[in-house]
């Protein structure tokens, strides 16, 4: 009779184990048929962050030449008109290490019009200041280093950069993120469902330009105007439910 009755409890033990098994398999079979759906319906979406900013960092690189027969006295037009830049920025309300020196080049050649050894020299003057808007409106009254005599060589310009940007980079971040739910939950109230969790996020570039140009990647851009705006573009997979 007592082994009839441990018989009857491994059998009921058996069954018990084998029932439970049983949830447990159904479980986790419905709950991984329900992710496989949930993973079926997903909505992409992308948010856009923008943030004005006015750069912080002004540069200037001032190309100016001389030539002349008599190298001496172009050496002297030379230190003449560096003398002369030097001053326009002290007018400008500039201390005098915002202008340092980069650096110059000298050559010579001879014409066969004039019949003399021609010497030139070029140089060139670095800019770099943190007060951008006094550089700007230094900037745009260069000419009167022109009506000096200094003559002023082309193909360089008063550059304008931003340098903060990783100090606004997580907050940009999460208002793009916030903009691509916000067009999700429109999509999924359209759609008769509700935005799940995040499936997958791409961050875009950051790119820096003049507020009413484009900008460029990582801080490239247009760069000739102090104010200047600071734009991301994220990429993000809801689940939908």
């Known amino acids: ?69 008599d190298l001496a006295a172009v050496q002297n037009d030379i230190e003449s008109d560096t003398a002369k830049i030097r001053a326009f920025f002290r007018a400008a309300g500039f201390p005098a290490e915002v202008v340092t020196d980069g650096g110059g080049s000298v050559s010579s050649r001879y014409d066969s019009d004039r019949q003399a050894q021609i010497y030139s020299i070029n140089r060139n003057l670095q800019f770099r200041s943190n007060d951008v808007m006094r550089a700007q409106r230094a900037y745009a009254r260069q000419f009167d280093l022109i009506r000096q005599g200094v003559p002023l060589q082309g193909g360089s310009g008063m550059t304008y950069t931003f340098t903060r940007l990783n100090e606004i980079k997580p907050q940009m971040i999460a208002d793009s993120t916030r903009d691509a739910r916000h067009a999700a939950e429109q999509f999924a109230r359209d759609s008769g469902s509700q935005v799940g969790a995040i499936r997958s996020a791409t961050q875009g570039y950051f790119s820096i330009g003049a507020r009413d140009g484009a900008g460029g990647e990582d801080g490239g851009g247009d760069n000739s105007s102090p104010l200047q705006k600071v734009r991301v573009v994220t990429t993000i997979d809801f689940y939908l439910e």
Request: glycine share 16%; net charge positive.
């Open 1 to 69: 009779m007592t082994e009839i009755l441990r018989g009857n409890r491994a059998a009921l033990i058996a069954a018990a184990i084998l029932g439970l098994g049983i949830v447990i398999g159904g479980y986790l079979l419905g709950d991984g048929l329900r992710r496989a759906r949930m993973a079926d319906r997903a909505v992409t979406m992308r948010g856009l962050a923008e943030r004005d900013v006015t750069a912080d960092l002004a540069t200037w690189s001032i190309g100016f030449g001389r030539e002349g027969t």
